[in-house]
Every structure is written in structure tokens, then in C-alpha cells.
């Protein structure tokens, strides 16, 4: 066996990962990717070993449900031939990997820095120069907008090649948000100190991150969660994906200059993070979930008031849809707009919600189940256009269908342990994944303990970080004045990118 | 538009009346009362993960807290979150809460620059820089000028550029990265300039103090006009906070 095949939230001794060389792995991951679209790369990091660095590459087989992890050891400072050269959906995790390390990887497309991390092996090179790709032209002109933009929102750099009004090419440099999360989960000693980290790598995925660290951490602890931990983070996963969800309907309004649309999706995220809020005290839900531990009970009086905050919700929410998709002059802004054909899809490496509106099935509660979604039994909703529209539209279908798991999961709620179970430390030399459906889509951390039980490497991949690409696809040959509905079709995140 | 009709009818009034009396639903955690009940003292002190209290006496810097609530559950006798979400302050120092004090934190008029209610008082224009901020905050503040907070009603708005703006509300702990466009936009700014610092990672650098990624050095060069503690600041917090600040007179 040349990898180690494991399910999602599953440890294992490092030494039971086989250690092969770059050529085995390299044609071993390739293989993977290019066997079926059902095979993608989750997570492709390294770290150091020695004078070496270790790699390690996990790939999800959304068919078998299963995950393949393999690994090799390299000379940093030799260089790799590049998998980026005919799988697209490695590039990202190339250039991070040089970034960090100096590994040069030979015929990558473009080995630019990714998000000039505080540890970035190379200091000479800084955010205020990064190398944007350029064409000459007569006809040519480019457009830079950030890295701060018009509105109340996240730091980051586009730089559009446009010829008249229509965009050529756009590039996204991104990095401004960097705040050293991998490296402050190392040396940050208290758990509570960490958990709070991980909720603060993406403020609109505080469930989806903070499950998956809670996951890794009490993988690697040996602790089984108990029913009424894993109620309490599967309902805080869809009451955020229901709450971002309006919120990004009334923001893509705003952008096609509906006002009423606008007024209306903005306020109605209002009573569910408000439920957030009268839950476990934060709208965002911070605090909520925590690493072996259910904080806040889901009381009868909880339930009670849930579901009729979501009657009233339901009836709003579908009220306003059926208006804004019969209204022929936002219609005519979100067809065909910013489209992006499934093949790029597959061939970037696409995930999540983004990907679903193209066609591509890609959703991690239904191919690596976790909490409560094996007995949800998920069905994920896919479209076909991969337009502004077809992302709306499946806003439109999931927010519903959370509500409907909602009140499955309320019909039956399990009882509380008020009294956490202590958990042991983490398993030394020891190897754990967990893959988390947020909102955006697949999120993915790993961790890797070393033979003290320490932390030697944690790693957290936000579903931003395949998608961005996507975004720069969409927006080819569009008008540039349809920019920022492309964005707002995708709101991706910085802090998630840039950790 | 019979369906747009249906659908102002069906949404009513969604505006709250009045934002300074507004009751928040709920659990939140808005500002803490610290009773002289004895504990030991070193394990509260141990338990923050923040680093927010301190002993002898007992103090909780709202400055440095992320609102976790981890100290009022292990530690209900003496540490509590009251509801009170008026927690803006212009006095770095105000954000400490101190045992045995029950006192609402506000605005200290005798420190606001005289220039801010004489230009500010009925139109604040701010440009908003999010320097490592986590999207929680930015969302908060988007959210204080939806259709219920509805800040726009007193004049107070976030515009696009620095050029049309009185001054910069900074979010986030201010990363390496984001340090000189903060300063460009900052020197952008016409004078006279306010300075509003929203979130405990923008206040202290909350969890991420002390981490090689960030540089706050801006923030050692100018006088900072506004506190607006949380994690995120609510937006009631927000608007009162903004609208003391402009307003209240000596
Ligand atoms: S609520 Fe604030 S003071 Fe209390 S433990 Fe959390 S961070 Fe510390």
C-alpha cells in the first residue's frame, strides 16, 4: 500500500501513513484526481522534519467516503516536479508550500507568493510588490481595486485586465488578512485560548470552524461526543448556513440595486442570529461549540421559541423570493452572468456551494457524514448553470431545506450532560482529519502531534481557498460593472484565505 | 408591484424606535459586574484565556475580553454579563471593570475634543479599514445600518472613499500585511479625523496579541477617540457608542 485510508475524523499513527518517494507520490496523487471527478484533493501541506520537510496529501473519495493520506519526505531546498502543470486544483497548495518552505516546484504555472505569511521562507518579497500577471496592448487597460474596498468588508486586492468595458483576466491577490492563526494554534498553550482561535479564523464560519477543530482535537483525544454535542453543532451549522445565506440574497439585491430585496433578506437574517444570541449569548454564535463539551443546553423553551422564529421566517423568506425571481430586470442581471462551465469547476478544484451550482456534487455531509448527518440522510441540491443565477437559486433551495432538518433534529432532542467528560491528552505521533460542510462548502483541518503529544503542525483550509480561483473564471468576459454581483454570488473569505 | 405592496405590508415596521433604550433578547453578554464575593483569586486569573482579569483587587479589562463567559460559568458568585450593551467608552482605562462597582461606562464629555461636537454632532461620515478583522465585526457594523438599527437616521454612515470621510473605524488586531494601506487611507483622511476602534481585537489585539503577524504601531501615533469593546460589538453598542460620542455635551 502506498497511502493510508481512513474516514473522516479518524486518527492514526503518523508511522502507519507510508512514507513513499516524491515520484511514487506524485504519480500516486495524480492518479487519484485524473481516475474520477469524484476524487479531490482536500488538503496537501507540509511541515518540517529535520533537516527534510514532510509532505502529506489527503485526498477525499466522495464515493467510497473515505480519505487517502500519503506522505513523503523532501529536500527543501531542491526542487519538485510540479502535479500543478496538468491538475489545476494543486496550484494553491503548491504555492504555499514554496512559500513556506522554498520547495521550488518545476513547470507550475505560476509560483507567486500566496499570502506572504509571518514565516514565509523568503522575506525580501512583500505584499506592497507582488508580481501580477501583465499583458501589452494598445486596447488593454488595467483596473486595481483594494486591497481596502468601497464597503464594510475584508481586505484584498483585484487587478483586472480589461479591454474596454469587458474584463480579459483577473487576478486576486490576497494575504492583507494575515494574522498567523497555524502558528498561534502551536504556541498557544490552553485549549480554551485555541478553540478561540479557531472560531476567529472565518467570524461568518464560527460553527463550521470551530466544529472542525473540535473534531480534530477530540479525534486525537480518543473522546466520543456524545448525542447532545452533536445535536447542538449540527442545528449551529444550518442556523448559520440559513443566516449567510439571506444575508448574501439581500446582498446580491443591493448590487442589482434592488432596495426592497435588499431591506427585506437583511433583516430577516436578523431573528436567526438573534436565536444564536438567546441560545449562547453572541450573534455569531461564539462560545457555542466547544471541544468535549456542551455549554449551552438546547432547553424545551429553546425549541419552542426555534420553531416559531422559523415559522415566521419561512413564510417571509419564500414571500421575498418568489417576488425577486419573477422580476424580470434582476433576473436579467443574474443570468449568464459570471459563469463558470463544470469542467473548470472539476479542474480547479472547486467545493462547496460554488461548485454545486455548476453541476459538481460536491457537498461533505452527504460523502463524508458528520454530527448528526447520517441519520439526516442529506441529499445535496445541484444546479447546472453555474451563473449568478444558478448560486442564488441554490441559496434559495438550501435555506428551506435546513429549516426542514432543523425541525427534524428538533422533533427528537437528546438529553443533556450537563457534567463534561474529561478528555485525555492528545494521542502522541499521531495524525487526524476532519472535514466540516460550512456554508461555503468543504472545510478541512489536520493536525499532526509528534511523540511528546504536542502539536507539530495544525492546518486549516477554508473552502475560499480553492474558490477564489472560481471567482477570477466567473468573471471572464463579463462587463466589469457585473464584478462585484460575481463576488457577492460567491462571498468568499479573506481571513479564511489568508489564516 | 401588488406583490412588493403584499410584502410591505406583510414586513410592518421593522425599525426600532428608539435605540437607546432597545432591550436586547436573550443571554448576551454585555457588561460585567464583579461582586466581592471571595474566590481564589489565582484560579479566576488562570481560567481567561485572554489574560482579561486581573487579582488584587478584581478587575475584568473589557479591552482584552472576548466575551467567552467562561469566567461567569466556573465562577457565577462572582463574575456576572449583565445585558447592559452600553460599553462604548473614549477612556481606554473606563474598559476596566473593577470588583464592587456597578457603574454604566460611558462617554467622559470633559475628554472629547471640542471640534467633534461642533462638526460632528449632526453628520459622522467613516471609512472602515478591517486590518485582520474576521468578517464578525464588519458584519456587525453592516448590520447597524440595516433597516432595524438604522444608523443612517442620525446622520452617521460608512462611505466609500477616506477623501469624504471625518475618520477611520479600524477592525481587526492590524496585521503586518494590512499596516501601510491603514496608514495611507488614514492620511487620506481630511482633518479633522476621529479614530473608533470596534472589537477586542482591534482595542488590544485581543487572542492575537503577540503574534509575529500583527504590527500596531499605528495606533501608538494617534489619539483614539472612541472604544467600542466586543467580540463582536454589537451593533446597539455601536450606535450608542457613536452617537455619545458626537452628541452628548458637557
Ligand atoms: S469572558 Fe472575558 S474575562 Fe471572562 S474568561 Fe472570557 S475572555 Fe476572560
Redesign the pocket.
Known amino acids: 500500500m502506498k497511502h493510508a485510508t481512513i474516514v473522516n475524523n479518524q486518527t492514526i499513527p503518523v508511522s502507519e501513513i507510508p512514507e513513499i518517494s516524491y515520484d511514487e507520490f506524485f504519480e500516486l496523487n495524480a492518479g487519484f484526481i485524473t481516475e474520477s471527478v469524484e476524487t479531490h484533493c482536500v488538503n496537501y501541506f507540509g511541515y518540517p522534519a529535520g533537516e527534510m520537510t514532510k509532505l502529506i496529501c489527503c485526498i477525499a473519495d466522495d464515493l467510497h467516503h473515505v480519505i487517502y493520506v500519503s506522505s513523503c519526505r523532501v529536500n527543501p531546498t531542491g526542487d519538485l516536479p510540479s502535479l500543478s502543470v496538468n491538475l489545476f486544483c494543486f496550484e494553491k497548495f503548491e504555492r504555499e508550500i514554496h512559500e513556506n518552505f522554498g520547495i521550488g516546484f518545476t513547470g507550475h504555472p505560476w509560483l507567486k507568493p500566496l499570502r506572504y505569511a509571518h514565516n514565509r521562507k523568503d522575506k525580501t518579497q512583500t505584499i506592497a510588490n507582488y508580481p501580477f500577471y501583465t499583458i501589452q496592448g494598445e486596447e488593454l487597460h488595467e483596473v486595481g481595486v483594494g486591497p481596502i474596498h468601497a464597503g464594510v468588508i475584508e481586505p484584498g486586492h483585484f487587478r483586472f485586465i480589461c479591454n474596454g468595458e469587458q474584463i480579459l483576466h483577473l487576478e486576486i491577490q490576497l494575504g492583507y488578512q494575515h494574522r498567523g492563526i497555524e502558528s498561534l494554534l502551536l504556541s498557544r498553550s490552553k485549549l ?1 485560548e485555541q478553540v478561540q482561535i479557531a472560531e476567529s479564523i472565518a467570524g461568518d464560519s464560527v460553527a463550521g470552524h470551530t466544529l472542525a477543530f473540535s473534531s480534530v482535537w477530540e479525534s486525537l483525544c480518543g473522546f466520543n461526543a456524545t448525542e447532545d454535542i452533536h445535536f447542538s453543532r449540527t442545528l449551529a451549522l444550518e442556523l448559520e448556513r440559513i443566516a449567510v445565506h439571506t444575508g448574501d440574497l439581500g446582498a446580491a439585491c443591493a448590487d442589482v440595486a434592488y432596495q426592497l430585496g435588499s431591506a427585506v433578506f437583511g433583516r430577516l437574517r436578523t431573528p436567526i442570529i438573534n436565536f444564536l444570541q438567546e441560545w449562547c449569548g453572541n450573534r455569531l454564535g461564539k462560545g457555542l461549540i466547544r471541544p468535549g463539551n456542551n455549554t449551552f443546553p438546547f432547553t424545551p423553551d429553546l425549541s419552542k421559541r426555534l420553531t416559531e422564529v422559523l415559522h415566521v421566517f419561512e413564510y417571509q423568506f419564500i414571500e421575498m423570493n418568489d417576488e425577486l425571481f419573477s422580476m424580470p430586470s434582476a433576473l436579467s442581471r443574474f443570468e449568464r452572468t459570471g459563469s463558470v462551465s463544470l469542467e473548470n469547476m472539476v479542474s480547479i478544484g472547486t467545493v462547496g456551494m460554488a461548485a454545486r451550482s455548476s453541476g459538481l456534487k460536491r457537498d461533505i455531509r452527504s460523502s463524508h457524514p458528520h454530527s448528526l448527518y447520517g441519520t439526516l440522510q442529506h441529499e445535496p441540491i445541484v444546479k447546472r448553470h453555474g451563473d449568478v443565477y444558478s448560486r442564488l437559486q441554490l441559496r434559495k433551495q438550501e435555506v428551506p431545506q435546513s429549516i426542514t432538518y432543523i425541525r427534524e433534529l428538533m422533533t427528537s432532542v437528546p438529553e443533556y450532560h450537563p457534567e463534561p467528560v474529561p478528555m485525555g491528552p492528545l494521542a502522541p505521533g499521531s495524525f487526524a482529519i476532519s472535514l466540516v460542510e460550512g456554508w461555503r462548502g468543504e472545510i478541512c483541518h489536520c493536525a499532526v502531534t509528534g511523540n511528546d503529544g504536542k502539536l507539530l503542525i495544525y492546518k486549516v483550509k477554508d473552502p475560499s481557498f480553492h474558490n477564489w480561483m472560481a471567482l477570477a473564471m466567473a468573471v471572464r468576459n463579463n462587463e466589469i460593472s457585473d464584478f462585484p454581483i460575481c463576488n457577492k454570488s460567491f462571498n468568499l473569505s479573506y481571513c479564511g484565505h489568508d489564516l | 408591484m401588488l406583490g412588493h405592496i403584499k410584502i410591505l405590508y406583510h414586513e410592518g415596521k421593522q425599525f426600532i424606535p428608539d435605540v437607546t433604550k432597545a432591550q436586547v433578547p436573550g443571554v448576551f ?1 454585555g457588561r ?1 459586574v464583579i461582586s466581592t464575593a471571595k474566590v481564589n483569586e489565582q484560579e479566576l486569573v488562570d ?7 486581573s487579582a488584587g483587587p478584581v478587575t ?2 473589557m479591552g ?9 460559568r466556573q465562577f457565577p458568585q462572582k ?1 456576572e ?1 449583565t445585558t447592559d450593551y452600553k460599553i462604548a467608552t473614549n477612556s481606554r482605562e473606563s474598559l476596566i471593570i473593577r470588583e464592587g462597582e456597578n457603574q454604566p461606562v460611558g462617554i467622559n464629555p470633559l475628554l472629547v475634543r471640542k471640534e467633534i461636537h461642533d462638526l460632528f454632532r449632526n453628520s459622522l461620515k467613516l471609512r472602515q479599514v478591517s486590518a485582520g478583522g474576521d468578517n464578525s465585526c464588519e458584519w456587525e457594523l453592516n448590520a447597524a445600518n440595516n433597516v432595524q438599527f438604522d444608523m443612517g437616521r442620525f446622520g452617521i454612515d460608512f462611505v466609500a472613499s477616506p477623501r469624504h470621510a471625518d475618520g477611520v473605524v479600524i477592525t481587526g488586531p492590524i496585521t503586518e500585511n494590512m499596516a501601510e494601506p491603514l496608514q495611507i487611507c488614514y492620511d487620506a483622511t481630511p482633518d479633522p479625523k476621529i479614530i473608533v476602534l470596534v472589537g477586542t481585537d482591534a482595542i488590544s489585539g485581543g487572542m492575537f496579541a503577540g503574534s509575529p503577524a500583527i504590527d500596531r504601531s499605528f495606533l501608538d501615533k494617534y489619539h483614539i477617540d472612541l472604544y467600542i469593546p466586543g467580540n463582536p460589538a454589537h451593533p446597539l453598542t455601536v450606535i450608542n457608542g457613536l452617537l455619545d460620542l458626537t452628541r452628548k455635551t458637557k
Open positions: 480554551s | 453578554k460585567p481560567l481567561c484565556p485572554l489574560n482579561a482579569i475584568l479589562d482584552k475580553c472576548s466575551f467567552c463567559g467562561e469566567c461567569a463574575i454579563f
